[in-house]
């Protein structure tokens, strides 16, 4: 396995043609995000099954709002979204 070149998110952005024909070309590259690397970006071998493998992450929670800050609302949302109608025209 050859080494692996690093470069960073917005290189690669910024560079996607070039780096994507390098990748053709059999080289490999680590992408990272503010230095921590991230994924790596390889070529796929003729006949050989395209797949996505994702970084095994946690599930981010999902956003709680406290008690405190619920309220019910003084009107449908049907009307209010009327009233802002009415205030554009």
Do not use: W
């Not at 503010?34 to 994924?39: E, F, K, L």
């Not at 309220?71 to 949302?77: C, D, Q, Y």
């Amino acid at each position: 396995m050859t080494m692996a070149e690093h470069i960073s998110q917005r290189e690669l952005r910024n560079e996607s043609g070039k780096i994507l024909r390098a990748v053709e070309a059999g080289e490999e590259f680590v992408i990272t995000n503010r230095g921590r690397p991230v994924a790596r970006l390889v070529g796929v071998e003729d006949g050989a099954e395209r797949r996505c493998i994702l970084p095994a992450q946690k599930p981010s929670r999902p956003l709680r709002i406290g008690k405190q800050y619920r309220r019910k609302l003084s009107a449908s949302t049907d009307e209010l979204l009327e009233g802002y109608r009415d205030e554009r025209i």
